[in-house]
């Protein structure tokens, strides 16, 4: 078994959504708490433990999802590991529980509450890809990415220092649910045809494009129009009040849906890539001025 025949099956990129989402997260937790009761080292391996935890459950749901879904990815991803033959279906179920484990074993390192909440975003990523299966159902696909990589991967990331309880990061978490709600719709352009024939309905196949880029577009930008009256309610502060103008990025990525189905030689469109900086960018600039206002 190729090393980069592995690499390929987990897709690198997208583990550096839970790998720079989760620092910016814990940072500006570690930040906001006001704590000053770790040393460097401390700090900085439990942020390595805590963050590479995360991008392993997020390597480990990538070779499961790949696994299972065999019949989809021969249609519309012939280049992936499995269906070219590199791997077996087999060997991904051994890889994504050889992840799950390695996942566990960081969480345990960091304490209970994060070992918990890694707990429960496994929960979801394992039953999206297999019984019963939500990858399968009209709006609960999209669901079943929004809550564990947006809410709970927020509130998981956050406990490694403060309360993930708190007004703060329950905002954050929710803002990052109903983001990503619309924006992993934008992976499955390229896939409609496949999904259809597959028996899975998405809004894509379900829809058509225009007004999934339309509904999409609408969660998206909602999400950080969210945070003005978030800030006024006085759940956010207001330094954090320039996060809107994302909302420039959010409708560029519904533009883009209807414009851009080529995949060039990537995995996906360009709205995919731009989704996934998009939350590249909220992250870091939650943390960026929470340090600098906090």
Same mark, same amino acid.
């Given at each position: #078994?190729?090393?980069?025949?592995? $690499?390929?099956?987990?897709? =690198?990129?997208?583990?550096?959504?839970?790998?720079?989402?989760?620092?910016?997260? #814990?940072?500006?937790?570690?930040?906001?708490?006001?704590?000053?009761?770790?040393?460097?080292?401390?700090?900085?391996? %439990? $942020?390595?433990?805590?963050?590479?935890?995360?991008?392993?459950?997020?390597?480990? @749901?990538?070779?499961?999802?790949?696994?299972?879904?065999?019949?989809?990815?021969?249609?519309?991803?012939?280049?992936? =590991?499995?269906?070219?033959?590199?791997?077996? @279906?087999?060997?991904?179920?051994?890889?994504? @529980?050889?992840?799950?484990?390695?996942?566990?074993?960081?969480?345990?390192?960091?304490?209970?509450?994060?070992?918990?909440?890694?707990?429960?975003?496994?929960?979801?990523?394992?039953?999206?890809?297999?019984?019963?299966?939500?990858?399968?159902?009209?709006?609960? /696909?999209?669901?079943?990415?929004?809550?564990?990589?947006?809410?709970?991967?927020?509130?998981?990331?956050?406990?490694?220092?403060? /309360?993930?309880?708190? =007004?703060?990061?329950?905002?954050?978490?929710? $803002?990052?649910?109903?983001?990503?709600?619309?924006?992993?719709?934008?992976?499955? &352009?390229?896939?409609?045809?496949?999904?259809?024939?597959?028996? $899975?309905? %998405?809004?894509? /196949?379900?829809?058509?494009?225009?007004?999934?880029?339309?509904?999409?577009?609408?969660? +998206?930008?909602?999400?950080?129009?969210?945070?003005?009256?978030? &800030? *006024?309610?006085? &759940?956010?502060?207001?330094?954090?009040?320039?996060?809107? +103008?994302?909302?420039?990025?959010?409708?560029?990525?519904?533009? +883009? #849906?209807?414009?851009?189905?080529? %995949?060039?030689?990537?995995? /996906?469109?360009?709205?995919?890539?731009? +989704? *996934?900086?998009?939350?590249?960018?909220?992250?870091?600039?939650?943390?960026?001025? %929470?340090?600098?206002?906090?």
């Amino acid at each position: #078994m190729r090393l980069k025949t592995v $690499i390929d099956l987990l897709r =690198p990129f997208t583990l550096l959504a839970p790998l720079i989402v989760s620092c910016c997260i #814990m940072i500006a937790s570690y930040e906001y708490t006001e704590r000053s009761d770790l040393s460097f080292s401390t700090l900085g391996f %439990t $942020i390595l433990f805590a963050s590479f935890s995360l991008a392993l459950l997020n390597g480990a @749901s990538n070779a499961l999802n790949q696994a299972t879904d065999i019949r989809e990815d021969r249609l519309s991803k012939p280049f992936r =590991p499995i269906p070219r033959g590199s791997l077996t @279906s087999r060997d991904a179920c051994i890889i994504a @529980s050889l992840l799950y484990v390695t996942a566990f074993i960081l969480a345990v390192c960091v304490h209970v509450l994060f070992l918990l909440l890694i707990s429960l975003i496994t929960v979801f990523t394992i039953t999206y890809s297999i019984s019963p299966r939500m990858k399968q159902y009209l709006f609960f /696909n999209q669901l079943w990415v929004a809550i564990p990589r947006g809410l709970l991967g927020i509130l998981a990331s956050w406990s490694v220092f403060g /309360n993930p309880f708190q =007004p703060v990061p329950l905002a954050i978490g929710s $803002i990052a649910a109903l983001f990503l709600f619309g924006g992993t719709t934008t992976k499955d &352009v390229l896939d409609a045809d496949a999904d259809k024939q597959t028996g $899975i309905h %998405t809004l894509v /196949n379900v829809c058509g494009i225009t007004k999934t880029a339309y509904i999409a577009g609408l969660c +998206m930008t909602s999400a950080f129009l969210l945070i003005l009256p978030l &800030v *006024y309610l006085q &759940v956010l502060d207001l330094y954090l009040l320039p996060l809107i +103008m994302l909302v420039v990025l959010a409708a560029s990525i519904a533009w +883009m #849906m209807t414009h851009d189905h080529h %995949t060039e030689r990537h995995e /996906n469109t360009r709205s995919w890539r731009l +989704m *996934y900086a998009t939350y590249f960018i909220f992250a870091l600039g939650f943390a960026i001025l %929470t340090i600098s206002f906090s």
